[in-house]
């Protein structure tokens, strides 16, 4: 953190800021008796709490994932919807591949083609910004919207195939047999019989989709140079700032598990065969 | 011992089965592209081994930002390295980084899920929460998260993603395990005291050998999307040797001057992991008897 040619002096002084001359195990059971008090410790870099400089970044990176999630559900459902009413038809074929190519290529990939196309040659998007929310919420959208879609591209086309095929499946099942012969219009049909079957697994992976875009927000900040937790991270690890690494860390993988709580407790109100 | 030797061999013989697994292969678009980019990727890696049409390492500032040409299929970076040879040598880190980690996963995940499958109701709840805790993070979050420590090489990144997927290999083999313990021909085994190994050697490895080679060609693609995500951010291979994801990380700063070299390593990318998707989609609906 010094150099290598550091005064003894400014060492010690150091290594007696930054408590390092207590045993590891002490250090240890006191980072974990803070932690459960929520304190993440001092960020050696910006000499601030390590709370407040992960809330700080929050914004942006909640920014993208909400807005990523929301483009991922209405997206595939959209299209998912429409492959399957147009089963087996050039539409569903084309789609279908499309979704194979958005698995395979990689979000941040997408990032830098989408940034060059729409920020560099379009020039409609801004670069390296983020405007808040109080700022309007177009300036606010622009900022992070090609974020957002790169990063939310493997979840959409993981989503569509699910909603297809599990839509799909439903289709074959004796009710809707039922309702077809009682008479009920083709709309009711899709959206009231299959649909609302179908969505207890597409529920559930749009749980997983949502940690894997958070997750997927370190790399896409990285990329359109956004300043929130991602990029904190980043830099964070290329400076040594070994607090604020844990603090982001040990944030994220909370909100997975919180996530992923959420998403069985919204399975089981949707779908009451199913209980915790 | 003769016994489950001959009935195994009885199995193999049977070419009626053999035949029609052919048979279902060569139906499977899907698999038959996948094992053909596959196939081609390794043709290629094999080759930058013995031979690259330029030296990769090789600077040439005269012949910088050289757009795609006959000389050079992918242009020049900003030293004049040729792109193609970079790409070629990358897929030789993008395969031993995708081989190594999940070789890991898959050795541990094996370990760890036949203890648990086969252990008491106690064993088998601590092995399986704490794989569950591990899985809480996410690969690449694990991943940065041991690199800030170790520092950051590909080595370490390989590791660590190893490690974060470990909780998959281990969960899939505990669950196929726990399903075959209660078999009959399982029950039967153990009754006779048919041997720890040998039981699973015989009678539980046969049965997750199927949903064992799915996951392992799925995790190659995960594997090699996660490595090149890290080197795009530094925190992999480190310079002068290329990989995919390093090599869109260096020519990003020359979107506008020379924006072919963000293209090809990505299109590498996609194809290495497209392969290994293929293939692992197509082994999956192969090893389906309902399909």
């Known amino acids: ?276 | 011992m003769k016994k489950s030797e001959k009935k195994r061999t009885e199995a193999f013989d049977s070419s009626e089965e053999l035949r029609r697994t052919f048979r279902k292969i060569r139906r499977h678009h899907g698999f038959i592209v996948g094992f053909l980019l596959l196939f081609s990727l390794c043709l290629l890696t094999a080759t930058s081994l013995l031979f690259t049409p330029h030296d990769p390492y090789k600077m040439n500032p005269k012949a910088s930002f050289q757009p795609p040409s006959w000389n050079h299929p992918f242009g020049t970076d900003d030293f004049g390295r040729d792109t193609f040879s970079r790409c070629m040598v990358g897929s030789q880190t993008a395969l031993l980084v995708g081989l190594v980690s999940t070789s890991i996963s898959l050795g541990f995940g094996l370990l760890l899920g036949l203890l648990a499958g086969l252990s008491s109701k106690w064993v088998d709840e601590i092995i399986m929460r704490l794989m569950d805790g591990l899985y809480a993070f996410p690969a690449i979050l694990f991943a940065i998260a041991l690199i800030s420590v170790l520092g950051s090489n590909v080595k370490n990144a390989t590791i660590a993603i190893g490690i974060a997927r470990i909780p998959i290999f281990a969960r899939e083999v505990r669950n196929s395990v726990r399903q075959v313990r209660i078999k009959n021909f399982a029950v039967a085994a153990r009754a006779m005291g048919v041997s720890y190994p040998r039981q699973i050697l015989f009678y539980y490895l046969p049965s997750i050998l199927a949903p064992l080679t799915v996951l392992t060609s799925s995790s190659f693609a995960y594997t090699i999307l996660s490595e090149s995500g890290l080197s795009y951010l530094g925190l992999g291979s480190q310079p002068p040797f290329p990989s995919w994801g390093r090599l869109l990380m260096e020519s990003q700063r020359f979107l506008t001057r020379a924006p072919w070299l963000s293209v090809f390593p990505g299109i590498m990318i996609a194809w290495a992991v497209l392969a290994f998707t293929l293939l692992g989609d197509g082994l999956r609906d192969i090893a389906d008897p309902k399909i």
């Open chain 1, 1 to 276: 953190m010094l150099g290598l040619d550091a005064d003894s002096e400014v060492l010690s002084a150091l290594r007696k800021e930054l408590n390092l001359e207590a045993p590891a195990i002490l250090r240890f059971g006191h980072w974990i008796a803070d932690l459960a008090s929520g304190d993440f410790g001092r960020s050696i870099t910006y000499r601030k709490p390590v709370t407040q400089v992960i809330v700080e970044s929050l914004p942006p990176t909640l920014s993208i994932t909400i807005v990523g999630s929301a483009l991922t559900l209405v997206l595939s459902l959209f299209l998912g919807i429409l492959a399957f009413k147009r089963h087996n038809r050039w539409f569903d074929y084309a789609l279908t591949l499309g979704s194979q190519l958005g698995i395979v290529i990689p979000s941040f990939w997408m990032g830098i083609l989408l940034l060059f196309v729409f920020t560099l040659k379009l020039e409609w998007f801004p670069f390296g910004q983020y405007a808040p929310l109080r700022t309007g919420f177009f300036s606010w959208l622009r900022t992070i919207f090609l974020p957002s879609l790169s990063v939310s591209l493997v979840a959409i086309s993981m989503m569509m195939r699910m909603v297809r095929s599990s839509l799909l499946e439903n289709a074959r099942e004796d009710f809707v047999r039922t309702a077809k012969s009682k008479g009920v219009p083709e709309r009711k049909i899709v959206y009231k019989h299959i649909l609302k079957n179908a969505l207890g697994p597409i529920v559930t992976l749009f749980g997983l989709q949502i940690s894997s875009i958070l997750a997927g927000t370190i790399v896409i900040e990285n990329v359109f140079s956004i300043p929130g937790i991602g990029r904190l991270l980043l830099l964070a690890v290329q400076r040594r700032d070994l607090p604020v690494v844990q603090g982001v860390v040990l944030w994220i993988a909370t909100m997975t598990v919180l996530i992923n709580i959420v998403t069985d407790f919204v399975h089981m109100l949707l779908d009451p065969r199913v209980s915790l």
